[in-house]
């Protein structure tokens, strides 16, 4: 690994352990929406063993999304773990059958769902400024 590999490897460790928990959904849901669309285009090449890579790990992200949910304290996640849950079968059909269409037909799903998130997240902001900052 190169030096300049090796330093965004370790920033990029860092931004996650140092992460709120709403950003590290919107991360997760940017490299989502990222994946998703390198799948398409190495479907479009055809580039399988790509398209292959990066659609599991959209599985893996749709699992830790999923798993991340606490129903506990959000019931209405409940909509929410069954959009996850149908995410990853069109994931795995997509993969199964190498169709692009099916990974784009996710990705018009999840795009709207990534926006909405770094909303949310924005909106958090203000109210985690030390108190100070509003004196």
Do not use: F
């Amino acid at each position: 690994m190169t030096y300049a590999a090796a330093a965004r490897a370790r920033y990029a460790q860092e931004s996650v352990g140092t992460a709120s928990p709403a950003r590290l959904v919107t991360m997760l849901y940017d490299r989502l929406v990222r994946d998703l669309g390198a799948a398409e285009l190495a479907l479009a090449v055809p580039d399988l063993e790509a398209a292959h890579h990066q659609l599991v790990h959209a599985q893996d992200i749709v699992g830790e999304l999923a798993n991340g949910l606490d129903l506990s304290l959000w019931p209405e996640g409940e909509g929410l773990a069954q959009l996850y849950a149908w995410l990853l079968q069109r994931l795995t059909a997509a993969n199964l059958r190498k169709d692009a269409a099916i990974v784009a037909e996710c990705r018009d799903i999840v795009e709207p769902l990534r926006d909405a998130w770094h909303e949310a997240a924005a909106a958090q902001v203000p109210s985690a400024l030390p108190q100070a900052a509003h004196a």
